[in-house]
């Protein structure tokens, strides 16, 4: 079975979502990569969906900032901090109403 960009662990998905968390905590990429000692390189290459982020980076993402790796892989929001996950929406939001 193929990846499609349907499956919420693509690259696009992924990255996609790297970009909405980095929005809701109100981060520069600069600022995301100094809080959690990714480097800016490897960051931008997986927001931008250049690469899938690496296990390793994405637990420090987790540890600096309390999301789960169900949200950075999956898409699963339930165990979000509340704050964030408001912050998300908010932002998945707003995105929607752009593309009307």
Do not use: F
């Amino acid at each position: 079975m193929t990846r499609s960009s349907a499956e919420p662990i693509s690259t696009p998905n992924v990255a996609a979502r790297l970009r909405l968390t980095r929005q809701a905590l109100k981060l520069s990429q600069v600022g995301l990569c100094r809080i959690t000692r990714i480097s800016p390189q490897a960051w931008n290459n997986a927001e931008t969906g250049d690469n899938l982020i690496g296990i390793a980076n994405a637990m420090k993402l987790c540890r600096a900032t309390g999301v789960t790796l169900d949200w950075i892989y999956r898409g699963v929001r339930s165990n979000l901090p509340q704050l964030i996950a408001e912050e998300i929406a908010r932002h998945k939001r707003a995105a929607r109403r752009r593309r009307r």
